[in-house]
């Protein structure tokens, strides 16, 4: 079988125009005056704001990986967080919704060669700490928000240590995209000769001593501070002493705790033989934005300053971040903007399996996804081909199946059982049986060879689905067959399936099934069996009589290998016998080729295909002449069978609006 590589449709027909996105251009819209040139620097803003892989300090004498190529697990109850964080193993930790931490103000030990990422923006620790023991090294800490063991009346956090996060003599940590408040002591506590360190994008906020570094008289450390908010705390922004190297740049410090006191409320300060260098920082509202000891040095460049009063200490010659690694410098200017939208938890991250650099196969991987999951989880597959089959289980709703090459035929999932081993459903290379399911950029395919073996049962699916809000966006499906079918629970059950900018190729009701399904600038390959007369059958709805919404081909291709006047549109499916099964199918604006026969639709066990409901309206090509036994809609009735009314329900889906 060979299938059309992803090309989007052109020249669909006389008087259509292609519609071309020429370029998309996200802008940033930055804030308040004063902030709004953000045209000058070196970066930007529109760029992307985040990677998977750590930047600075973190990034250097080998790397920090965290739980890379250890097992992918999801935790929601803190009996699992803290059995996998401990464990001697690497491991991909995702926290799924907020953990409450018990006794108040627990530690979580976290061990070497872990990564502990929030689910989209749900992960929280409650009440409780990440605690990083002497030895750990390479642990990556991101996405979460950590909250809530403040002791009312301790503002002071001298008769409780509850940090978010403290860590003494590690190495190789990346702490990114969290949010840090109203906690016992410190925020974030980094002690004693801690080594390689990166903490970026998060926030700090709602409380008295923010970010620590030190509790030494060595002077080791070497970590950078990046596109961090503080915003109403008071001290340690960070208090940094005895660094090797503190490189702080980008930061935004605002709203500072104004309580009258004149020394330890203050921004960044340089203490002990620290070598610290800031740029491009903005403080608003700040007391003693940056300060150094005499025995301490400190180069600033580029920062703004806004209702600000008291030290701006800078001297000595500290250090060139560049002789130890690149990074982007964004313009002071654009900090409040930047650091507002993008610090702290983020849907998209956390949200994403990697196949197989995280789970070996794309099942394992949909096995990772939690039962009743309610945040999108991308399940991003590289290029090969995937030789097993999958299923999507009812329970596990928010699924994204991306293929990650440059073109869809790049990532193959592929089987090849005909229904003769298993029945039709057990056939399916893939069954979807969730809602909300989108797959893009891959290819599913039953490689079965129906003309190598005589069988009772040649039915062979490449995809079956019986869940609702289910969308292939630049997909191909692949067999013979029974190719796709599109299904609901039960025939009562309507549900919705999207096919856009895909390839769909078969030969015997390849395209079947009672779901509700739209087929838009698509091309569909009906394959040739050989015959002069009869090479099949392109659809065999079985829509529920109380459905008035069952198939729609529009704006497509149709193409075929097949002799001329060898190939029907359709013919009516009633499953068991079924007569409330009453197919709907229309195929409008569509190009068709010379195969399909001038009487295209045809009966199928014992039911008439005029007693279904069948329709085109406004085909063309060589195989669209309109004949008595072609059924046309009218223009009145074609008004209420567009896209959006096939698929609108009564939550008004409409996965097509973002095109």
């Known amino acids: 079988m060979t299938h059309l590589h992803s090309k989007r449709l052109s020249g669909l027909g006389p008087g259509r125009v292609l519609a071309t996105v020429v370029g998309l251009l996200a802008a940033l819209v930055l804030g308040a005056s004063g902030e709004a040139d953000a045209s000058a620097g070196s970066s930007p803003v529109a760029a992307p704001r985040w990677t998977d892989q750590p930047h600075g300090f973190a990034s250097l004498a080998g790397g920090t990986t965290g739980g890379a190529g250890g097992k992918v697990v999801t935790v929601t109850d803190q009996a699992s967080l803290a059995r996998y964080a401990a464990a001697e193993e690497p491991y991909v930790i995702r926290v799924s919704g907020a953990i409450a931490v018990e006794p108040f103000g627990s530690d979580i030990v976290v061990a070497s060669d872990k990564t502990i990422i929030g689910v989209g923006d749900t992960g929280e620790i409650v009440h409780g700490e990440l605690h990083l023991n002497p030895g750990t090294s390479n642990v990556i800490i991101r996405n979460l928000t950590i909250r809530d063991s403040y002791v009312e009346g301790d503002w002071d956090g001298k008769t409780t240590d509850f940090d978010a996060i403290q860590m003494d003599t590690v190495d190789h940590v990346w702490i990114d995209h969290n949010r840090f408040t109203h906690m016992g002591d410190g925020l974030l506590d980094i002690r004693k000769d ?115 009063a008291g030290r701006t200490d800078a001297w000595g010659a500290a250090f060139d971040p560049r002789e130890f690694y690149d990074y982007r410098l964004d313009p002071a200017a654009a900090v409040p903007a930047l650091v ?170 390849f395209v079947y099934g009672r779901a509700t399904t739209v087929i838009e600038r698509s091309v569909i390959k009906a394959l040739s069996r050989g015959s002069a007369t009869n090479n099949g059958y392109i659809t065999a709805a079985s829509t529920w009589t109380g459905n008035p919404y069952g198939f729609l081909i529009t704006d497509s291709r149709i193409v075929s290998d097949a002799p001329a006047g060898s190939f029907h549109l359709g013919r009516p499916w009633h499953p068991g016998g079924e007569p409330e099964a009453v197919a709907q199918v229309l195929i409008r604006d569509t190009k068709l080729p010379a195969a399909i026969k001038a009487s295209p639709w045809t009966d199928m066990s014992g039911f008439s295909w005029r007693d279904a409901r069948f329709t085109e309206y406004r085909n063309y090509g060589p195989g669209a002449e309109v004949t008595a036994d072609r059924p046309q809609m009218s223009d009145a009735d074609a008004r209420a069978h567009t896209v959006a009314d096939y698929l609108r329900g009564s939550d008004d889906w409409a996965p097509y609006a973002r095109h």
């Open 194 to 308: 801690s080594r390689y360190i990166t903490v970026s994008y998060n926030q700090f906020t709602h409380h008295n001593k923010a970010l620590g570094i030190g509790w030494t008289t060595n002077v080791l450390t070497e970590i950078t501070i990046d596109h961090n908010w503080f915003t109403g705390t008071k001290q340690r922004n960070p208090s940094a002493d005895n660094c090797a190297y503190a490189h702080l740049y980008n930061n935004y410090l605002s709203a500072q705790v104004a309580d009258g006191d004149p020394t330890w409320t203050y921004g960044n300060w340089s203490r002990g033989r620290t070598r610290m260098v800031i740029e491009n920082s903005y403080y608003d509202g700040v007391q003693h934005p940056y300060q150094a000891d005499a025995t301490a040095e400190l180069v600033q460049r580029g920062s703004i300053l806004r209702n600000t």
């Open 340 to 509: 507002k939208r993008f610090s702290g938890p983020q849907q998209r991250i956390g949200a994403t399996l990697h196949v197989p650099a995280d789970h070996p196969t794309v099942q394992a991987a949909v096995d990772a996804v939690p039962d009743g999951n309610t945040v999108p989880v991308t399940i991003a597959v590289a290029p090969g081909t995937y030789r097993a089959k999958v299923f999507i289980p009812a329970t596990k709703p928010n699924i994204v199946l991306q293929g990650t090459g440059q073109d869809r035929s790049d990532t193959v999932i592929v089987y090849d059982t005909p229904a003769a081993y298993g029945g039709s459903t057990g056939s399916a290379t893939v069954r979807i049986a969730a809602n909300d399911v989108t797959a893009r950029n891959l290819t599913f395919s039953n490689d079965f060879d129906e003309a190598a073996v005589e069988l009772n049962g040649e039915q062979a699916l490449a995809m079956k689905t019986t869940g609702d809000r289910i969308v292939f966006e630049d997909t191909a499906f692949l067999g013979n067959q029974d190719t796709l079918m599109t299904d609901s629970p039960k025939l009562t059950t309507v549900s919705r399936v999207y096919v856009r900018d895909s390839y769909i190729e078969g030969d015997v009701d």
